[in-house]
C-alpha cells in the first residue's frame, strides 16, 4: 500500500488549519491583560465605545447615523395600519422616547448601544415598541 496519494494532501491540510486558525482569531479584538475584555470592534447590532471616540463633540444620533443607518429607518407595525413603526430609546434601562432623544446625548457620554429587534424588546420592557429599541448605556463617571 502507498502513501504517496496521501502526501500530497499533507500541504492543504496544513494550510487549511492555519486559515481556520486565523479566522477565528478575526472579528472583535479584545484587549486587557489582567483578564478584563474590552470590545473595540462592535457588530451589525452593537456599537462600543471605541468606535464612538470618532464622534467626540457630536451627538448620539450622528454616530448612529453615520455607522448603523439602518437601526434609523421605519419598519412596518405590528398593525398594518398603525403603518410604520421607528426604534424608541432606551437609556441605561429606562424608556426615554423616540428616536430625538439621540440627539440630546452626547456621543462622549456614551459606553456602548445595542439595538434590539421588535420581539427582543418586547421580551425585555414589554410592549409598545413595534419598531425595536435602541439601548443606550451611559459611562460611569
Known amino acids: 500500500m502507498?502513501?504517496?496519494?496521501?502526501?500530497?494532501?499533507?500541504?492543504?491540510l496544513v494550510l487549511s488549519a492555519v486559515l481556520s486558525a486565523c479566522g477565528a482569531s478575526a472579528g472583535g479584538s479584545f484587549?486587557?491583560?489582567?483578564g478584563t475584555r474590552v470590545a473595540t470592534v462592535g457588530s451589525s447590532t452593537l456599537i462600543v465605545r471605541a468606535q464612538l471616540e470618532d464622534?467626540?463633540?457630536?451627538?448620539?444620533?450622528?454616530?448612529?447615523?453615520?455607522?448603523?443607518?439602518?437601526?434609523l429607518q421605519a419598519t412596518r407595525?405590528?398593525?398594518?395600519?398603525?403603518?410604520?413603526?421607528?426604534?424608541?430609546?432606551v437609556i441605561d434601562g429606562t424608556a426615554?422616547?423616540?428616536?430625538?432623544?439621540?440627539?440630546?446625548i452626547p456621543a462622549d457620554a456614551v459606553e456602548s448601544m445595542r439595538y434590539l429587534s421588535a420581539s427582543d424588546a418586547t421580551t425585555l420592557y414589554g410592549t409598545g415598541f413595534p419598531g425595536g429599541v435602541i439601548e443606550v448605556t451611559t459611562r460611569s463617571r
Open 31 to 34: 484587549g486587557g491583560g489582567d
Open 55 to 71: 464622534f467626540t463633540g457630536r451627538t448620539a444620533g450622528e454616530a448612529v447615523s453615520r455607522l448603523r443607518r439602518r437601526w
Open 2 to 12: 502507498s502513501f504517496r496519494p496521501f502526501a500530497s494532501l499533507v500541504p492543504v
Open 77 to 89: 407595525g405590528g398593525n398594518f395600519a398603525d403603518g410604520p413603526a421607528f426604534a424608541r430609546v
Open 96 to 104: 426615554r422616547g423616540d428616536l430625538e432623544e439621540l440627539d440630546r
